[in-house]
């Protein structure tokens, strides 16, 4: 079985731009949630999408949104961008809703602002 | 404030060695606790997950812990081998609402030959 996908891998852009993420999660997982990564540190919380309605939001501005298809895959936009948005984006995907299910991750998209 | 510490921040071993990792949390009224690898520049991959009620979790060369009432998780892996070189992230779920999956800044680990 496939397991969760993100796209693009990497991506160039430069401030003030726009970027959309985009996260296939695990056939039969409908939970989706969002992480940000910048070097060094370990992920932080950005989004959990359930069923397509926002579950959860992490401490982040309200440049970053997202939004979760009925096909459950999601997409993670964020405008504007700053230097500080250079990371590695992290899609995570879980069975059922709330963070209680174990979550599986992808392999990221890095993003790298100029 | 809910936070998840880990230390070392990086350790060397030869290969064949056994070692633990530590993962200490605040908070206590956790709900799970899950402990992954990450290669560098990749995604996660999950290698345990513990629930609150359980004591402890094995997968092959692995065994985590977890002991809630002093806020301590280990990840012990046996027999060590180079391809084990990675860092190991500890991330924590407490039982608030809306809560997110906490991570610690991970372990590096770094196995000789």
């Known amino acids: 079985d496939a397991g969760v996908t993100q796209s693009p891998t990497h991506l160039i852009k430069t401030r003030g731009q726009q970027v959309t993420l985009r996260c296939s999660p695990i056939?039969?997982?409908?939970?989706v949630s969002w992480y940000q990564q910048v070097l060094g540190q370990g992920p932080q919380f950005i989004f959990q999408?359930?069923?397509?309605?926002?579950?959860g939001r992490g401490n982040f501005p309200d440049r970053f949104s997202a939004r979760q298809f009925p096909n459950y895959s999601s997409e993670l936009n964020v405008n504007a961008l700053l230097l500080g948005d250079s990371a590695l984006y992290l899609c995570?995907?879980?069975?059922?809703?709330?963070?209680?299910?174990?979550?599986?991750f992808g392999p990221g998209t890095r993003l790298t602002v100029l | 404030k809910q936070e998840v510490t880990q230390i070392p921040a990086a350790l060397s071993v030869p290969e064949g060695e056994n070692l633990v990792l530590n993962c200490s949390f605040t908070?206590?009224?956790?709900?799970?606790l899950q402990w992954f690898r990450q290669d560098p520049g990749k995604g996660l991959t999950s290698l345990l997950l513990?629930?609150?009620?359980?004591r402890e979790q094995t997968s092959g060369r692995l065994n985590a812990s977890l002991d809630k009432s002093s806020g301590r998780s280990t990840l012990y892996i046996a027999a060590s081998q180079p391809g084990d070189s990675a860092t190991y992230l500890c991330?924590?779920?407490?039982?608030?609402?809306?809560?997110?999956?906490?991570f610690g800044k991970g372990t590096t680990l770094s196995v000789s030959s």
């Open positions: 056939s039969g997982h409908k939970s």
């Open positions: 991330a924590v779920i407490w039982n608030q609402a809306g809560t997110a999956l906490i």
């Open positions: 999408y359930y069923e397509k309605e926002e579950r």
């Open positions: 908070d206590s009224a956790i709900y799970n």
């Open positions: 513990i629930q609150s009620s359980q």
């Open positions: 995570a995907s879980s069975l059922g809703r709330g963070f209680t299910n174990e979550q599986f």
